[in-house]
């Protein structure tokens, strides 16, 4: 009888395995909406993505881990890990060259080329890169929905009530 092993952590694959180990593939519609949202955000988590893929279709947040993880192990996003003071660690996830190189427009690929090259080359501290992306995230999210609110906050009147504009 084979002796059990108690993991006190699932063990995770920090280093892609080998193009010979992999199967060959092409990311679907689902897929290529991922490296989208990681080309336009820049830097998103896993719940980022999630969500932006559950408010599209209604569902999908595990289907999007799913579908990182076997984009990471094609080469076609970038994952840094992200040490948490509290809570889980998580991963951070932006498109990589070969990524971009399936969502860009070839005619757009001279412009776009040094941003996708700088993403792909990391960061050592994400939070401002995440801050940045959830308020991206959360006004595209959120001006479906709110579009007049926020039309009438970024609205304004003078003191007498003869003038008014938008900001």
Not at 37 to 48: E, H, K, M, N, V
Not at 67 to 88: C, H, M, N
Not at 118 to 145: F, I, P, R, T
């Amino acid at each position: 009888m084979p002796k059990l092993i108690t993991l006190s952590k699932m063990p995770s694959r920090r280093v892609r395995p080998p193009e010979s180990e992999l199967p060959p593939w092409q990311p679907a519609t689902s897929g290529r909406r991922i490296l989208e949202y990681l080309l336009r955000y820049r830097y998103l988590t896993s719940d980022l993505v999630g969500l932006l893929h559950e408010e599209e279709h209604g569902r999908g947040r595990y289907q999007v881990r799913q579908q990182l993880t076997k984009l990471w192990r094609y080469g076609l996003v970038e994952r840094f890990f992200r040490p948490a003071d509290w809570g889980s660690n998580q991963y951070v996830y932006t498109v990589s060259v070969d990524g971009a190189r399936l969502v860009v427009e070839p005619k757009h690929w001279p412009e776009e080329r040094r941003k996708i090259y700088n993403l792909a080359a990391g960061k050592a501290d994400y939070e401002h890169a995440l801050a940045v992306s959830l308020l991206q995230v959360l006004w595209d999210l959120g001006s479906n929905s709110q579009a007049e609110l926020f039309t009438t906050v970024s609205s304004w009147q003078d003191k007498e009530g003869t003038k008014s504009g938008t900001t």
